[in-house]
């Protein structure tokens, strides 16, 4: 048993939870008049907590915020099935375009220069890192607008 | 229920502001002193939780986001009108020894059956609330946070943005200010 009064913060511990505090501070406590009334006077201080008045706004808060709400706009419900049969479709019409075209393609890409293609892909590759960068950004501001609310 | 808001159903989000109104006006009540001011900022947090209820990811409790939200728009009015939630210099009260014994032999073991008691009550819980009020506005909140609405620290720091060894160590203040400063009132009574 400790002999010693108990530390403020052992106290508080105590008399938040009784029964998971160590057998060395239960015993003091029950055989220390003084550091039972601090426990004593702790536990009525939280129950009077406990009992006190719930803070209600004066006012009709629900009925002054729906007033307030913008008015929904429809959603596109996008259905998933609907999502599979479209990319099922595109991926037939591509390849048949591919299948059907390929000898076209073929002479067409044989007449280009090699210089022009070398053009168009790093048009195209320049392209999507500019767009990534930006579709990164946007992503990056609205994440920090939701964190801030 | 977010599903729903979402999808367009305003009227849920009443529903929404109807279960989660004790926890912001505990919060905004603590942190805020002008009724006016109070009824601003209570519209401009379901507004600021309407507008942004897309993000929320159910992390944590809806109630604990809207919560955080709460205590942020508090927090940055604070800011604004350069109030502080916490003084640092906070004063710790004195020891008073004697009037420990007179506060627990006054309330302890009273049932609530009669007219007696009832005043005692009365007493009792004014004292605490005018001891609560008397703390700086962050200490008061955290207090009703963990010890009325009963929320874990996990909850308090998510709302807060304070970490759990802070708030832990603001409780511990909070608790023995409280305690000190009803003490006081009773060794004045005692005299």
């Given at each position: 048993m400790k002999t010693n009064h108990l530390l403020e913060s052992e106290i508080q511990r105590y008399s938040l939870d009784k029964l998971n505090s160590d057998k060395q501070i239960i015993d003091h406590v029950h055989s220390c008049e003084k550091c039972k009334e601090k426990v004593e006077a702790y536990i009525v201080i939280f129950a009077t907590i406990k009992e006190q008045p719930k803070p209600s706004f004066d006012f009709n808060l629900m009925e002054m915020v729906i007033q307030q709400l913008p008015q929904p706009k429809p959603k596109v419900i996008v259905d998933r099935t609907m999502i599979i049969v479209l990319s099922f479709i595109a991926f037939i019409a591509i390849g048949f375009t591919v299948v059907f075209f390929w000898s076209y393609f073929s002479e067409l890409m044989a007449q280009i220069a090699p210089m022009l293609i070398y053009l168009v892909i790093t048009s195209v590759v320049s392209l999507m890192l500019f767009l990534g960068i930006d579709l990164f950004k946007d992503y990056h501001r609205k994440l920090k607008i939701l964190n801030y609310y | 229920m977010v599903n729903r808001v979402l999808r367009?159903?305003?009227?849920v989000f009443a529903t929404i502001i109807k279960n989660t109104e004790g926890l912001v006006a505990q919060i905004v009540f603590k942190l805020i002193t002008n009724s006016e001011d109070r009824k601003d900022i209570a519209q401009d947090i379901y507004l600021k939780a309407y507008k942004s209820l897309?993000?929320?990811?159910?992390?944590?409790k809806l109630s604990t986001w809207i919560g955080k939200i709460a205590y942020n728009t508090c927090f940055n009015f604070l800011d604004k009108k350069q109030l502080?939630?916490?003084?640092?210099?906070?004063p710790e009260n004195e020891k008073h020894e004697s009037a420990l014994e007179f506060f627990t032999n006054k309330f302890?073991?009273?049932?609530?059956?009669?007219s007696e008691t009832n005043l005692i009550r009365t007493d009792r819980l004014e004292i605490v609330q005018s001891a609560i009020e008397k703390l700086p506005p962050l200490f008061k909140t955290l207090i009703m946070l963990y010890h009325?609405?009963?929320?874990?620290y996990d909850e308090i720091a998510e709302i807060t943005s304070l970490p759990v060894g802070t708030i832990k160590s603001y409780l511990f203040r909070a608790r023995k200010s409280l305690k000190d400063t009803i003490l006081l009132k009773y060794k004045e009574e005692e005299i």
């Open positions: - | 367009g159903e305003t009227h897309s993000g929320f990811k159910y992390h944590s502080i939630l916490l003084d640092s210099t906070f302890i073991g009273l049932s609530n059956n009669n009325y609405e009963e929320l874990s």
